[in-house]
């Protein structure tokens, strides 16, 4: 059974929407994770399980009619503003993050092929804690992370014309490290992508459908932080979520 607990809190900015997902333990273990080399299996969610309470928290921006829930084995977003699903665990060191992902087009009232997005090594350069304060900090509003720290892909956004990758350095500048504008490497409508996200000794990598779209070698890595799913005004459906460490 799948439990959610919506929260209200009111900001100067309006209503956040504050919903918090339970998801099942998983424990770690070691095996060979079908890619030649021993990794450590350190979290999972299908979202099926009997939840641990606290393990994600949605930040919902309050347009529209919004929902985030767990439903028949997927994590759905559906939103008619913007939303971060933050995985509440903290991630550091060689990882690589995984999960399929299905941008929803059908009838929907927030149906839009557009804003696969992801967030990940993310901090707060002024507080240690990336959800102190939470509610009065960010509403879900794309604007309200400039000043994180974090890498960050924008697939198929600005209404699925660009495919983007940045870091942003948590000062407000977001440098643009690699784009795309050709059909090839925007979304398709209702195809599910098998995301991989790596991070390995300073390098950090982004691919789906096994094709590797970003490749960076950063100069001043990101080596710890938290992973959150990231959209606006879409109906997306996600499962299989993973995180290996590299051993």
């Known amino acids: 059974m799948t439990r959610i607990f919506e929260i209200i809190s009111r900001t100067a900015r309006g209503v956040v929407l504050l919903f918090c997902i339970q998801a099942a333990a998983q424990p770690a273990y070691s095996q060979n994770d079908g890619r030649g080399s021993n990794a450590t299996l350190l979290h999972s969610d299908d979202f099926t399980q009997e939840p641990l309470a606290g393990r994600w928290i949605a930040e919902t921006e309050p347009k529209g009619r919004s929902r985030v829930r ?40 927030n149906d839009r092929l557009s804003d696969l997005n992801q967030f990940w090594m993310a901090t707060n350069p002024r507080n240690a804690d990336l959800f102190a304060a939470n509610a009065q900090a960010r509403s879900g509003s794309f604007a309200e992370y400039d000043s994180l720290s974090l890498y960050y892909v924008g697939f198929g956004g600005n209404t699925n014309t ?22 090839p490497h925007l979304l398709k ?6 995301i991989v996200i790596t991070v390995k000794d300073g390098r950090t990598t982004f691919s789906a459908d096994g094709e590797v779209l970003f490749d960076w070698t950063d100069p001043a890595p990101l080596t710890a932080g938290w992973f959150g799913f990231r959209s606006t005004q879409a109906r997306h459906a996600i499962d299989r979520f993973r995180v290996w460490k590299l051993n």
Do not use: C, M
């Not at 983007?164 to 690699?178: C, E, I, S, V």
């Not at 409508?189 to 098998?194: D, G, I, R």
């Open 162 to 183: 660009t495919t983007r990758f940045r870091k942003y350095h948590g000062d407000g500048t977001k440098p643009l490290l690699k784009e795309y504008l050709d059909a």
């Open 70 to 109: 767990a439903q028949d084995g997927r994590l759905i977003l559906d939103t008619g503003g913007g939303v971060t699903v933050w995985f509440k665990p903290k991630l550091e060191g060689n990882i690589r993050i995984e999960y399929d992902w299905t941008v929803l087009v059908d009838s929907g009232r």
């Open 189 to 194: 409508p209702n195809h599910t992508y098998h």
